[in-house]
């Protein structure tokens, strides 16, 4: 009987409803109360001219039951649930469920406060501040936030970059925001620091355009494994929060094992404690990769048991009519990267020349944005003699899969195998000592002991598995078919 009288509610939304105007509207119900009585309440519809309403549920210990209340809301609780019923999502388990309850938190927050946190890229009051920080030096002050933002951490495959997703989707489109991955919006830095070259304080002054054009910053994998990087990010997002800036990020690590072991991370430091400050931190506990939990191989990933030119008459039937030949992609900053054949959106590399070159995240991401599709071949199991490859493959996994390319590629093993030999400090620790029953060569097992590669495998083991799956070269056909459209 609830879900029917809620359903009720459809004619009166679209009677209210007007696209691209903000009105306010107050809208009388009956809300329905569990001793079956009904009871009077109000909406006041001034969010962006798009009533909704939002049944709530407050979830039972296994994330099953259901009980509806009675809200008038909207957010990505709403969408999660809409999802769900779809059966575009499968139901959450306990940990995903509490995330979704932080994110509806924070999305309740951000709609409470959008005026106080200047949110609406038109409204007087953000025009006015747009022009804040060019007389920041002469008259100092500071705009922090009312609402703090939210750090996602957790292990692989639980659906962080998801519910990412579903937060952001749901914000209204006249709002300062930005999705970014982590290594991208570091790419974007370090190009504006280079513009701004000769500036007194350029952090500041890239601060400031950020913050002009992004009030709500949603960065996905948040990971430092950069010393350059390190040592910027805590100016860098001082002035950023100064400025108003919410910040909402996924990571892999807890904000207090971010960089660990690096370079003069005591100078790192104070970042995390910022960090602690301005955001909400929040662990998503989920023990199931739903990455994984896709269908069987389509075949775009070969174990190293065909002959040497296998990948290439792979690659030259996915270039189809067009003939393969060397290009040159354009990368950042004037930097050109050569591309041994290319055709059809198709890029060939032997692993060596994307992995064992001077590469990185930035030569990666300009090779995505011109290729879709990438064959690389000769993917090497990893250990100690070849961990900087691994690190800068790690990166390219990566990036591809932000940018939702496709990956063909001839490996020596499979995922699992590729990375076996790489364990973090506390998993080395852990291992038996050697004894004299055995010997130093099965002891030693060329085994590469890398805190950062060690937590980052299981990502990428994840995410290769994932690109390999008929869900997600379907996604990748229909990314396609799109762009042609356009």
Known sequence: ??????????????????????????????????????????????????????????????????????????????????????????????????????????????????????????????????????????????????????????????????LMDLFYDQLPSNWRKNRIHFHDFMLTVHTRLQRHKGVSDPLEVVAGEISDESILLCLDEFMVNDVADALILNRLFGHLFSNGAILVATSNRAPDNLYERGLQRDLFLPFIATLKERCIIHEIGSSIDYRKRTSAEEGFYFINNESPDFLLKKFKELAGEHTPRPQVAEVVMGRKLQVPLGANGCAYFPFKELCDNPLGAADYFGLCKKYHTLALDGVPIFGLDNRTAAHRFVTLIDVIYENKGRLMCRAEGTPFDLFERIVTISDAQSRSPRTSSRSRKNDDYDLCVDNELGFAKDRTISRLTEMNSREYLEQHAEMLAEKQKE
């Open 1 to 162: 009987m609830r879900r029917a009288f809620v359903k009720s509610f459809g004619p009166i939304q679209s009677a209210i409803q007007h696209h691209g105007e903000k009105i306010s509207t107050r809208v009388a119900i009956s809300s329905y109360i569990n001793n079956g009585k009904f009871e009077k309440s109000y909406y006041d519809n001034c969010i962006c001219g798009h009533p909704s309403y939002m049944v709530s549920r407050t979830m039972s210990s296994d994330a099953a039951e259901v009980n509806y209340k009675e809200e008038i809301r909207a957010g990505p609780l709403v969408e999660y649930e809409r999802r769900i019923k779809a059966g575009d999502l499968e139901d959450g388990d306990n940990s995903q469920i509490g995330t979704l309850r932080e994110i509806q938190r924070l999305y309740d927050e951000l709609v409470k406060s959008a005026d106080a946190c200047r949110l609406d890229r038109y409204s007087d009051s953000g025009k006015k501040e747009r022009s804040r920080w060019l007389w920041s030096r002469l008259m100092p002050q500071s705009s922090v936030s009312p609402v703090k933002g939210l750090y996602l951490y957790g292990g692989v495959g639980t659906g962080k970059t998801m």
